[in-house]
């Protein structure tokens, strides 16, 4: 028998539990105390991964390991989680809550010295973000705040759910090239930095077969006519234009239209 839905543990969610009310804001509706303290400690889970994902990034762009793809990889996954904790904040400050400020701890990616311990460090952070997601989804539900419950689901749920199964294709490539484990820099680590697509950030995607063969039909069809094609005055003042330009034979196109000009 399953338990009630009131006593059910509230997981690993890093709510935090000293967390202070702001002033009363005047912009606050229906939004739970329980609510706000776990976005504002998934706030902080979010800069900390950040912080992992960073060292990560500036880990690969030393000289000694020299994987600057991968290096830009993590730094811009750095940069996007960043940025998912600006907009947990600004979502916070919109419902009428706020954030307090924590001391963000140093991230435990010291033994991540290889690529697969790299991707294998990513993904597990990022699966553990989605349960803390999924648990604040679950305490929004109980609190009766739809609008969280809302806005958790779509803006960061999906995201995180995809970045998942990116690094599991990443991971899967990775052992088919046997990448190294123990920080020792093998040819299938520069074969993923240098022929994998999501690695190379700089190298714009070709287009779809679809759209390229749309685009060359469009090449293909004529130019429209503007206004002034339409009224008569662009064909004829460039019928002259080409005409001036050649030479003028006896019989030609040159003295007839010399001609013309003498009769008006």
């Known amino acids: 028998m399953a338990e009630p839905r009131s006593k059910r543990p509230r997981g690993t969610l890093p709510a935090c539990q000293a967390h202070r009310a702001g002033p009363s804001s005047r912009v606050r509706h229906s939004f739970p105390a329980a609510v706000e303290e776990g976005v504002c400690g998934v706030t902080s889970a979010l800069l900390e991964l950040a912080y992992c994902l960073q060292a990560l990034g500036e880990y ?38 706020h954030y307090c400020s924590k001391t963000i701890q140093k991230p435990n990616c010291e033994y991540a010295v290889g690529l697969m311990k790299a991707l294998e460090l990513a993904m597990v952070q990022w699966k553990t973000m989605v349960r803390y997601f ?93 206004s002034q094609h339409r009224n008569g005055i662009g064909p004829i003042c460039a019928t002259i234009h080409c005409a001036t330009m050649l030479p003028q034979r006896n019989g030609g196109i040159g003295a007839k239209v010399k001609q013309g000009r003498e009769g008006l």
Do not use: W
């Open 60 to 97: 690969f762009d030393q000289s000694h390991v020299a994987l600057p793809n991968v290096s830009k990889f993590f730094l811009h996954q750095a940069l996007e989680e960043r940025k998912a904790a600006e907009a947990l904040m600004k979502y916070q400050q919109e419902r009428g809550g």
């Open 134 to 226: 999924e648990e604040l989804y679950a305490l929004s539900i109980e609190n009766a705040d739809p609008h969280s419950a809302s806005t958790i689901k779509k803006q960061f749920i999906g995201p995180k759910i995809q970045k998942i199964k990116l690094m599991g294709d990443l991971l899967t490539n990775a052992r088919r090239l046997d990448c190294s484990q123990d920080g020792r820099n093998s040819l299938g680590d520069y074969f993923m930095d240098r022929l994998q697509e999501e690695f190379r950030t700089g190298i714009e995607p070709c287009l779809p077969l679809q759209q390229c063969t749309g685009a060359a039909e469009a090449l293909k069809q004529p130019p429209r006519e503007s």
